[in-house]
T-cell receptor, first 115, second 112 residues
């Protein structure tokens, strides 16, 4: 298993500002992912955080809006830049120990409200 | 492109009744399928992981089956309790793209 600490757990931000969300894992993991869950919706993958290189973004998500860092195998950050009310969502960090045949674990999420 | 569908979207049952939650997926090239529970405003808790070579997994009152060829999985929760009230999500880890694709979830309410 993996224990994931995600900070902050919630925040209320002004439009036009940026928020950085941190994800800390208690063990080294190969895969780290960032998801968005809009109100009443399921999860959508934003990007895969790659250790030591640029993240791999899904269609519809760009680095300028959602810059991601992953300096080592236990830590990653997601920044939501130039926020608008449409960015109000729960943002979730997920990890998996290997690329295949493995269980995914999630943090408790960051509930973001943009006003 | 993998698509995952969960039916029904919402379910309300009296306490003690068995729950049956369905999940279907379009691309059978998967590494595994995972069932999660999500309480309102919270993260996801992993319930069961079924590898592509397995037919079912059990944990306590929970049992999940997988029919990869037909693209279906079913989560059974025996003797439901009010504490089982939550949203249940299934997700498949696809061989193409190495990522989880989620269904829309089934919102369950167990009435005392």
């Amino acid at each position: 298993s993996a224990v994931i600490s995600q900070k902050p757990s919630r925040d209320i931000c002004q439009r036009g500002t940026s928020l950085t969300i941190q994800c800390q894992v208690d063990s080294q993991v190969t895969m780290m992912f960032w998801y968005r869950q809009q109100p009443g919706q399921s999860l959508t993958l934003i990007a895969t955080a790659n250790q030591g290189s640029e993240a791999t973004y899904e269609s519809g998500f760009v680095i300028d809006k959602f810059p991601i860092s992953r300096p080592n195998l236990t830590f990653s950050t997601l920044t939501v830049s130039n926020m608008s009310p449409e960015d109000s969502s729960i943002y979730l960090c997920s990890v998996a120990h290997t690329q295949t045949n493995t269980e995914a674990f999630f943090g408790q999420g960051t509930r973001l409200t943009v006003v | 492109k993998q698509e995952v569908t969960q039916i029904p979207a919402a379910l309300s049952v009296p306490e003690g009744e068995n729950l049956v939650l369905n999940c279907s997926f379009t691309d059978s090239a998967i590494y595994n399928l995972q069932w999660f529970r999500q309480d309102p405003g919270k993260g996801l808790t992993s319930l069961l992981l079924i590898q592509s070579s397995q037919r079912e997994q059990t944990s306590g009152r929970l049992n999940a089956s997988l029919d990869k060829s037909s693209g279906r999985s079913t989560l059974y929760i025996a003797a439901s309790q009010p504490g089982d009230s939550a949203t249940y999500l299934c997700a498949v880890y696809g061989a193409a793209g190495n990522k989880l694709t989620f269904g829309g979830g089934t919102r369950v309410l167990v009435k005392p």
